[in-house]
Nanobody, 119 residues
Framework: QVQLVESGGGLVQPGGSLSLSCAAS????????MGWYRQDPGKERELVAV???????YYPDSVKGRFTISRDNNENTVHLQMNSLKPEDTAVYYC?????????????WGEGTQVTVSS
């Protein structure tokens, strides 16, 4: 099993930037892909960014060009740089790690970190 701990959330004004980090520990040898998802109360959890162990990335249109995901395999960490933040980016952001590029039952999840974009 893998333990994931997110950090870096907070309050930022529209147009501002935040950087999130997620540190993995435990049985990290089973990790292939890592990603970030977000969820607002009353809404479904949605993909924000995913990165494979070969640094293949994917972003939905809602964040493409504004967010950048990166990972350090030596440190077992994944980062999310968020620029040009909008109020609609407000959500709890969750880190995911697993054997597959897309979510599966074998994934581990962090507890989440709150990101609030507001003036």
């Amino acid at each position: 099993q893998v333990q994931l701990v997110e950090s870096g959330g907070g309050l930022v004004q529209p147009g501002g930037s935040l950087s999130l980090s997620c540190a993995a520990s435990g049985d990290t040898s089973c990790i292939s892909a890592m990603g970030w998802y977000r969820q607002d109360p009353g809404k479904e959890r949605e993909l924000v960014a995913v990165i494979s162990d070969r640094d293949v990335t994917y972003y939905p249109d809602s964040v493409k060009g504004r967010f950048t995901i990166s990972r350090d395999n030596n440190e077992n960490t994944v980062h999310l740089q968020m620029n040009s933040l909008k109020p609609e980016d407000t959500a709890v952001y969750y880190c995911r790690a697993g054997p597959d590029y897309w979510p599966s039952a074998a994934d581990d999840w962090g507890e989440g970190t709150q990101v609030t974009v507001s003036s």
